[in-house]
């Protein structure tokens, strides 16, 4: 019976404060949404990949080399560690598409006649491999055929080595090894302009002189065995082959931008929703903490009559556990939505067979107990002051206010101020901590808004640096072969082409103290203009002659300061070893990369002046013209089109990152509006017989609801600097947690970005004073006045 009055209590309670309640819960729904959507979204990523890998046998370790005879493979196969070898013939190719006038490059890569390879199996989602004996059939990737809208029976014509070659589309497939499908130098999928393409063995051998030979090679390795052995194993044989060094899944680029997002998924799923959970605290807390408050008689009348502490305690810890349970439900509805919804997004990205998206137990009850966590340690303090109080002592009414001449009744400055407005001032200097209360709260409603906003800022800004400081070139053209730089002249005597600077790339591996990173050292020419380095500014800086330069990221993974020596091992060629000097480090926000001056290059590989490919500056006008010319070129085995890069990594933000920062960004204003219109109901309902009083004196209500709005006001003007403050602590740290080899969001806090969290701020205390306004001009003076004297 005791039981069952207090519940009658909480269901009063609760319906009389649902509209701060449900505000509350929006804030515990948007953190246990966060967390659904990353932790789901994570696990359908690793559970896809892990199913793929593990059905279609995904090598463990592969090796690109120049050329080796078939008869190796036996030799190979004792290397210890070794389970099972696939070789095979990879290569570039170029291609026309019915309907479609850009350039498109390939991957050709060969498969054993008419049968799947045992390591990087196909999937086919229709038709078939090429029939055994058959030199005229492909099977293509899905990406590609999505792109083209291409079928089985579709012709394609392939140009492969400067000769064309007439094909027929026998399959469409997916493997393992491109479930993020680029292009040998892009970022990001670009599935109309490159595709993958798999031939029988013998077609492929003959189109590249190949016969008895192979330049690739897959490796599973024996359960146990230690991959550095065994890549180190394969390395010693291979060298001389032209091997450019073994390695691991990790430096598959599809393996590796799949596992950088599944980070990126862990990192959000530990920030965003402890920061959104840890508010809702807060919060709570607040909110309980001034219930005890208001009903301090109530909580005395209840302890009168014989209410145990404990029972006290289980009242009040019911109310915020109502509102975590609301907030909980709402969240996880809200996260299974939107968690499907991104998977579909994902997909479009990441090609995988099924994507097996599961909305796991684990998740929703690791939500519920951080909310619930977040709650308790939000109203520990509460709850402890609910049933510490005495009955006697909460029969007395509170001890009134000590009341002395303030600086704001001594000066010139208060003495002209109206007399609401000194009553403004007088209440927040009484009352210092709560008042430091609110302006933390709505401080963090203005930190999250800098943050939501930062991200959209943020992103526009790197890709702007790209596209517009770095890469200044309109098309990045790719040899088949190290060509003379002889070329370039060729090239600029092209109609329509305006200038043209050659670059020379290598593979090379780099190493610092224990650490080391396999990438790419490109040769930069001399007074250089379309290839730019940048400082943090995004300023260009001057090229060393003499020299590396690499990017920051590059960097610090190899903990190398300028000044020091990093250890240059060259995998193509001589295969070199040296030992050079890190001159300047740079900015780029897009890869990572090491530079150095192209005619210091070429004489370290002891090799004529020669270059990887070129890139050109045209007229627009002529486009079509120069892509034209250059598709004849046998030599040319890619061209990349630089603008149209861009425009699909903007394509690629707006669908996956803007996508995840507009939510958050509006669940930043739902906290926005909680956290004010919580804090202005509060001071209402504290101060609802203070502003009764002054209506009886004669106040009219524009006067009284100034006393009460214009606090507010004052307190979120006084708040927005502090809240610039830790948003901009919170924006870059986030840039510094997501931070990556796809791309690296620059820390730029734009004038921009701090007035969007101010707007956003100054809109829901309005919004705010609305409601509160209402209440005013229906406050009931009587009730209000009543009281224990």
Same mark, same amino acid.
């Given at each position: ?59 463990d ?59 990087n ?83 492929v ?18 359960s ?41 998924l ?8 402890g ?6 605290g807060?919060?709570?807390?607040v ?15 209840l ?16 109310? =915020?556990?109502? #509102?975590?349970?609301?907030?909980? *439900?709402? &969240?996880? $509805?809200?996260?299974?939505? !939107? @968690?499907?919804? /991104? %998977?579909?997004?994902?997909?479009e ?15 929703m009850?690791? =939500?519920?107990? #951080?909310?619930?966590?977040?709650? *308790?340690? &939000?109203? $520990?303090?509460?709850?402890? !002051? @609910?049933?510490? /109080? %005495? ?41 210092? @901590? ?21 991200q ?43 200038h ?24 930069l ?54 030992e050079l ?61 630089i ?57 009219s ?52 970005t ?25 406050l009931?003076m ?6 224990v004297?």
């Open positions: 019976m005791r039981i069952a009055a207090l519940h009658r209590k909480l269901l009063r309670d609760l319906l009389q404060m649902k509209a701060q309640l449900l505000a509350i819960a929006l804030v515990i729904g948007s953190g246990v949404m966060t967390l659904i959507i990353s932790v789901t979204s994570m696990d359908a990523l690793r559970l896809s990949m892990q199913n793929f890998y593990g059905s279609h046998h995904l090598a370790v592969q090796v690109a080399l120049a050329r080796a005879p078939v008869s190796l493979i036996e030799r190979l196969q004792h290397v210890p560690g070794v389970n099972r070898l696939h070789d095979r013939v990879v290569a570039p190719i170029r291609l026309e598409v019915p309907g479609f006038a850009d350039p498109v490059q390939g991957q050709l890569i060969s498969i054993p006649d008419g049968r799947q390879p045992p390591l199996r196909l999937y086919l989602r229709s038709g078939t491999l090429p029939e055994s004996g058959r030199n005229d059939q492909v099977v293509v990737s899905e990406a590609f055929a999505l792109a083209h809208v291409l079928r089985p029976g579709d012709r394609l014509r392939l140009i492969i080595r400067g000769r064309y070659q007439e094909t027929t589309i026998s399959g469409i497939a997916l493997s393992p090894e491109f479930v993020y499908q680029v292009g040998p130098h892009d970022l990001l999928p670009d599935d109309r302009r490159f595709g993958v393409f798999w031939m029988n063995r013998d077609a051998a003959r189109a590249f002189a190949m016969d008895g030979a192979f330049n690739s090679l897959l490796v599973s390795r024996q146990g065995a230690e991959e550095a052995e065994l890549i180190a194993g394969l390395d010693d044989i291979l060298a001389r082959y032209g091997g450019m060094g073994a390695h691991g899944r990790e430096e598959l680029i599809s393996h590796r931008m799949l596992s950088q997002e599944i980070d990126e862990e990192v959000t799923a530990i920030i965003l929703p920061l959104f959970l840890s508010v809702s807060f919060l709570l807390g909110l309980i903490e001034r219930v005890v408050r208001h009903q301090r008689q109530q909580i005395a009348v302890r009168a009559f014989g209410y145990r502490r404990g029972e006290l305690a289980l009242h009040f810890s019911l109310m =915020a556990g109502v #509102v975590v349970l609301l907030g909980w *439900a709402i &969240g996880v $509805v809200a996260g299974a939505w !939107a @968690a499907e919804a /991104l %998977a579909r997004l994902y997909a990205y990441f090609r995988f067979p099924t994507t097996l998206t599961r909305l796991q137990f684990w998740p009850v690791l =939500a519920l107990l #951080v909310a619930v966590v977040a709650a *308790a340690l &939000g109203t $520990v303090r509460a709850l402890s !002051a @609910a049933v510490r /109080l %005495a009955p006697a002592e909460a029969m007395r009414p509170p001890a009134p206010a000590i009341f002395h001449r303030s600086w704001i009744d001594r000066s010139r400055a208060g003495r002209s101020l109206g007399q609401s407005s000194r009553m403004i001032l007088r209440h927040l200097g009484r009352h210092p @901590a709560k008042s430091a209360m609110t302006l933390l709260g709505i401080s963090l409603a203005a930190a999250l808004l800098v943050l939501g906003s930062f959209f800022g943020a992103v526009t800004e790197m890709i702007d640096q790209q596209y517009r400081k770095v890469l200044r070139m309109d098309i990045d053209l790719s040899f088949v072969e190290p060509t003379s730089a002889q070329v370039l002249a060729e090239l600029e005597a092209i109609p329509g082409v305006r043209a600077e050659g670059y020379r790339q290598v593979p090379v591996r780099l190493r610092h103290g224990h650490l080391q990173e396999r990438n790419a050292l490109i040769g020419p001399s007074g250089g203009v379309l290839r730019q380095l940048i400082d943090a500014d995004g300023q260009p800086i001057e090229r060393p002659r003499h020299g590396l330069s690499m990017t920051r990221h590059l960097a610090e993974q190899l903990r190398i300061e300028p000044g020091e020596r990093v250890e240059v091992q060259i995998m193509e060629g001589r295969r070199q070893r040296l000097p890190l001159i300047a480090v740079v900015d780029e926000p897009l890869g990572t990369s090491a530079y150095l001056d192209l005619e210091e290059l070429n004489t370290l590989m002891r090799e004529a002046p020669a270059l990887s490919g070129a890139w050109l500056s045209i007229e627009p006008s002529a486009r079509d013209e120069v892509l034209a010319e250059l598709r004849g070129a046998g030599r040319v085995a890619g061209i990349g089109l603008r149209d890069t861009e425009r699909e990594l903007r394509a690629y933000m707006d669908d996956t990152m803007l996508v995840m920062m507009g939510i958050m960004l509006l669940l930043a204003g739902t906290i926005t509006f909680a956290l004010v219109y919580n804090n202005a109901r509060i001071a209402f309902t504290e101060r609802e017989r203070e502003l009764a009083t002054l209506r009886v004196l004669g106040y209500r524009a006067q009284v609801g100034w006393v009460l709005i214009g606090e507010m006001l004052l307190l979120t003007v006084l708040a927005i600097p502090v809240g610039w403050a830790i948003g901009v602590g919170f924006s870059w740290l986030l840039s510094h947690a997501i931070s990556m080899d796809l791309f690296r969001i620059p820390f730029v806090i734009s004038h921009q701090l007035a969007f969290a101010a707007a956003g701020v100054l809109a829901a205390t309005a919004l705010s004073t609305v409601f509160i306004l209402r209440r005013i001009r229906r009931d009587v009730l209000a006045l009543k009281g004297e």
